[in-house]
């Protein structure tokens, strides 16, 4: 039914890697069906070519934390992925540094609380991904903001990221490399195997 596209996108080692997209009748099929929630963003095709290995291991580990969310006896309701917490953000910012008169790191750090986000640096923090889950019996919405951290990560980047609280995943090759780097900066953080 044209429904899905298979492609080949090129992994860290740049060795080709199959993927399956939704096509552009696929996503409206996905769209109307009512499967999803109304706020809940779909793609189709490859919205970003040149990170979509990144987005494929995003995949993986959206299963993993929600894996580990639904055995504690949640539910994950919705998930964004940092280009949609950016669009938000950058808006909500663009509308409030109009007032002239109010401090910039002032704007910056309420903005950045109205979106559940932290200032660290002076640097907004944005995970690569937020899951909003419900937890059995209260139905409270909670958050947790994981990202997903690579070889390429400098120290300084990853401090930020652990001091905002977001869970930190790394691929298996490049976990010991990015606990060295927690280890030597005595990051008070976890660093999980993807």
Known sequence: QGLVKQTSIMDSDLSPVRA??????????????????PDQASYH????PKEAFHDAELYRLYHKVSDE????????????????IKRDLYADLARTWQDKSKCPETV????????????????????????????????????????LATEH???RGLAAKASAGFQ????????DHLRRIRDERELNTVIFSL
Not at 69 to 84: A, Q, W
């Open 108 to 147: 910056k750090e309420t903005i950045a609380r109205r979106h559940g986000l932290k200032v660290v640096n002076k640097e907004i923090q944005i995970p690569d991904m937020r899951l909003e889950y419900a937890n059995d019996p209260d139905m409270e919405i909670h958050t947790r903001d994981v990202e």
């Open 45 to 48: 095709g490859l919205k970003k």
């Open 69 to 84: 969310i639904e055995g504690r006896g949640g539910k994950v309701v919705r998930v964004e992925l940092d280009y949609e």
């Open 153 to 155: 990560y400098r120290p």
């Open 168 to 175: 930190i995943y790394a691929r298996r090759g490049e976990a």
């Open 20 to 37: 399956v997209t939704l096509t552009k009748e696929g996503h409206r099929a996905l769209s109307y069906s009512r499967f999803l929630r």
